[in-house]
């Protein structure tokens, strides 16, 4: 069992033939994901390592049942891909994707809402991977194994360090959901399929500073969510007034610290460590 991404998955890729496109979508194949088709208008009848590449996403998934797509194209086309994406009525599409404009991530997340069906997750994020069964993005797959933990993270490179901390014990799914202001899946939405996974028996959650995010997926948390949650909120040393690197990372005031997002989630019962080692142990002490 796996959340959003299982053995069916069957995934496009849209700008497979660019150079990150070709380089992820190897690596995809190599871990043992189902990468169908590839997207590129103008280069349809091409291929990749034997993958069809299509002209648009209607003709591949009408060609090879593809229900994922990942996106790899560059920013300013990225709203259009992300919309076809929902006119085709794939129902996951995963915006690999950073510095896309804003307003173009509301425009194209409001245009999956009004459509219905499709969940998006990112922008500017890594993508998402059940051990050992998918992976759509750009997760390393040989860091972890098959388990029985859900990972939820903001960052990229946190998303790793965790799976590979906790590698021995293994994960059900994790999932990158970005550090955008706006983003398509959310914490909350992560929170809430993985109580509904009868194989994830534990939760690891990875914020950062800037927002109220955190503070909102404890409240989720302490009214929706009976399985373990254990948390790590990034910059808890960051200088004062400092600008992370996400566009996220926004801090006002006392809005917004890794203090404040701690002291919400503690209150309702979750474990929160200082750095991401430490989660780790906290998440160890709860499997054994």
């Known amino acids: 069992m796996a959340i959003w991404l299982d053995g069916s998955s069957r995934i496009l890729v849209q700008g497979m033939t660019g150079s990150e496109g070709t380089k992820h979508t190897r690596r995809m194949v190599a871990s043992g994901a189902q990468v169908v088709a590839g997207v590129t208008p103008g280069k349809a009848g091409e291929s990749v390592d034997g993958i069809p590449v299509f002209g648009d996403v209607a003709k591949a998934v009408e060609a090879t049942g593809a229900n994922v797509s990942v996106v790899f194209v560059p920013p300013r086309f990225a709203k259009a891909a992300v919309e076809e994406s929902v006119d085709a009525g794939l129902p996951l599409v995963v915006v690999i994707t950073e510095g896309i404009p804003v307003h173009d991530t509301a425009q194209f997340f409001q245009y999956a809402i009004n459509a219905g069906g499709t969940r998006i997750i990112g922008p500017n994020c890594p993508g998402i991977i059940s051990p050992g069964v998918s992976n759509a993005g750009i997760i390393p797959a040989d860091i972890t194994k098959a388990g ?5 993270s903001k960052s990229g490179t946190l998303t790793y360090q965790m799976m590979y901390e906790l590698r021995d014990i293994g994960f059900s799914t994790a999932v990158g959901i970005g550090g955008d202001p706006i983003i398509g899946t959310t914490h909350i939405d992560c929170l809430a399929a993985f109580q509904d996974d009868p194989d ?4 690891v959650m990875i914020g950062e500073i800037g927002g109220d995010a955190e503070e909102r997926a404890a409240a989720y ?8 949650v254990v948390g790590y ?5 960051a200088p004062e007034g400092k ?4 566009a996220g990372a926004i801090v ?10 701690q002291e919400a989630l503690e209150a309702v019962g979750v474990r929160v460590g200082r750095t991401p080692s430490a989660t780790a142990r906290l998440m160890r002490e709860l499997m054994s």
């Open 221 to 228: 948390i302490k009214d929706h969510v009976t399985k373990p």
């Open 252 to 261: 006002s005031g006392s809005a917004g610290t890794a203090a404040a997002k």
């Open 200 to 203: 994830t028996d534990a939760i």
């Open 148 to 152: 029985r933990i859900g990972l939820v």
């Open 233 to 237: 909120v990034a910059g808890f040393t």
């Open 243 to 246: 600008t992370m690197g996400h």
